[in-house]
């Protein structure tokens, strides 16, 4: 499978434990997206990666995220402290360098739902 | 603040008939439009795409149009198929960034009966 590929697929945590996500991209992907889909909302955008930088954060990534992308490969997606509010789907997807607009090249995986009890 | 605006949550058409998935928009600087689909326990794919200097772009049973002056764009399915039964997110860029930053309406499920 060639895909974007993510795990754990399903955590259960307490509020106030850490949890970290990994995304494996597309292998010659070099840009890598996370995003957040809450119940009967659309994927909201939270950050990116070109190779390793990461080049833009969203307002919605509060001091207790943090993404990581070392080599320019797989990235994580660490929660620290979770809440009952960052109950969500949290999907990676990967492109290009150049988003080509005209086929939509953005690549999501099949996402990693957390439920915080 | 909602950019992106999906107001229906679902639509259920009958097989062979036209789907019609509505989206509204509310920022001017979007310039790129694009629908998703989504089945379950899986990611959204690219579905079709539109630029603004575009009102219409087809591919096959999908034909997407853009009323720029009203920030409106739909999604024409025809003929629907079950298999076309999905939630489908309408999603906006202003592609000067040349990101996939994307921002995504709240989606309608879409059911097509046989």
């Known amino acids: 499978d060639t895909g974007v590929s993510q795990n754990p697929r399903h955590k259960i945590t307490k509020r106030g434990q850490n949890v970290t996500f990994r995304c494996d991209p597309i292998?010659?992907?070099?840009?890598l997206y996370w995003y957040r889909q809450t119940l009967g909302q659309g994927p909201e955008f939270l950050t990116y990666f070109q190779n390793e930088a990461q080049l833009e954060k969203s307002r919605l990534l509060s001091d207790r995220f943090s993404a990581e992308r070392p080599k320019g490969s797989f990235s994580t997606l660490e929660i620290q402290r979770t809440e009952q509010g960052d109950s969500a789907m949290y999907l990676c997807?990967?492109?290009?360098?150049?988003?080509?607009?005209?086929?939509?090249?953005?690549?999501f995986g099949e996402g990693s739902r957390l439920t915080v009890l | 603040d909602q950019q992106v605006k999906q107001n229906s949550p679902s639509l259920s058409v009958q097989e062979g008939r036209i789907s019609i998935l509505n989206c509204d928009y509310t920022n001017s600087m979007f310039d790129y439009f694009l629908w998703y689909k989504k089945y379950p326990a899986e990611g959204p794919t690219f579905l079709i795409s539109i630029s603004s200097i575009k009102d219409k772009n087809e591919d096959g049973r999908f034909t997407v149009f853009l009323n720029k002056s009203a920030k409106h764009l739909s999604l024409h399915i025809v003929p629907s198929q079950p298999g076309d039964s999905a939630v489908y997110f309408c999603?906006?860029?202003?592609?000067?960034?040349?990101?996939?930053?994307?921002?995504f309406g709240q989606g309608t499920t879409l059911q097509v009966k046989p």
């Open positions: 999603a906006a860029s202003a592609r000067a960034g040349n990101t996939g930053k994307l921002i």
């Open positions: 292998s010659e992907h070099n840009r």
């Open positions: 997807a990967s492109s290009q360098p150049f988003f080509d607009f005209n086929t939509g090249e953005l690549f």
